[in-house]
């Protein structure tokens, strides 16, 4: 806690070069999560070579340090710090209350909803909730709620709370839904991502169905210049949903995989993304 605090006062670009460290020394160790980048990376881009997968690598964990170590401001640091880091461009008012669902995905920049509940009083927004994944310390299970909700924010547990959320998109919250993670069987579906049958949650159709929800991409990258990163979100995606939770899933997934291939060592590749196959195929890991 007193090494998250420290990082969380020390001068952006000195903060950004220690991150940057951290990287370029995790990048070099074996470990489960290298090999883990690794596979992803030589499935996702089986065009690459060796050479061009062991420089994404590289790259992507670079920024994976930078953003942990930037998570001391998004986790401790002050709104004005917030703002200072994260730039949100929005095509859609986010003040109007009208039923909306933000699906974020998971680049390195992430922590969307944090970024939100921060600007929320100056902009006239209301309060943003979301689903937030158990973690196996009790402590730091109770710091990240904390963390994320002191500045109005809500987290839902994911477990059972369902009906809670669909309560928050109709009353007009910012909802903040980050699907693009294997979190099981339960409520999913095999479809494809980057040419994988890749198992993906069904929730943001269903519940944009269910309560008549807008759905609009929340995509959150580095800025050009690297100085900070820029938030975006975009008009609602046309036609969605449909009465074919399948296919919008995949239709998501056709989303996420365009914006990593745009910039794809922003995308979080230290995740077991394809952890579960389906009936008769082995574990890729």
Not at 44 to 66: A, V, Y
Request: proline residues 6%; charged residues 20%.
């Amino acid at each position: 806690m007193a090494f998250l605090k420290l990082l969380s006062i020390l001068p952006y670009k000195l903060l950004v070069g220690f991150g940057y460290c951290l990287g370029y020394i995790a990048a070099r160790i074996p470990s489960e999560r290298s090999r883990v980048v690794q596979t992803n990376l030589r499935l996702c881009f089986p065009q690459f070579n060796e050479n061009s997968i062991n420089k994404l690598s590289g790259k992507h964990w670079l920024l994976l340090g930078r953003s942990i170590v930037e998570k001391s401001i998004i986790w401790l640091g002050s709104s004005k710090q917030i703002s200072n880091m994260v730039e949100v461009k929005s095509e859609v008012d986010l003040a109007s209350r009208t039923p909306r669902i933000l699906v974020n995905m998971h680049f390195t920049g992430i922590e969307g909803s944090i970024v939100l509940s921060a600007l929320s009083n100056e902009n006239g927004w209301p309060r943003t909730s979301g689903f937030f994944q158990r973690m196996k310390s009790p402590f730091f299970n109770r710091k990240i709620i904390e963390w994320r909700n002191r500045f109005g924010g809500k987290s839902i547990d994911r477990q059972g709370n369902l009906l809670e959320l669909m309560r928050e998109i109709r009353k007009g919250n910012l909802i903040i839904i980050a699907p693009d993670i294997d979190l099981g069987l339960k409520d999913s579906v095999f479809v494809p991502f980057f040419g994988i049958q890749t198992n993906t949650i069904t929730a943001v159709s269903r519940l944009a169905k269910i309560t008549g929800a807008e759905v609009c991409m929340m995509i959150t990258t580095l800025k050009p210049d690297n100085s900070g990163y820029l938030c975006t979100i975009s008009k609602p995606i046309p036609d969605f949903p449909t009465d074919n939770p399948k296919a919008d899933t995949a239709l998501l997934n056709q989303y996420f995989e365009r914006e990593i291939r745009l910039r794809p060592a922003e995308y979080y590749w230290v995740h077991k993304r394809f952890k579960n196959r389906p009936p008769n195929e082995s574990s890729v890991y």
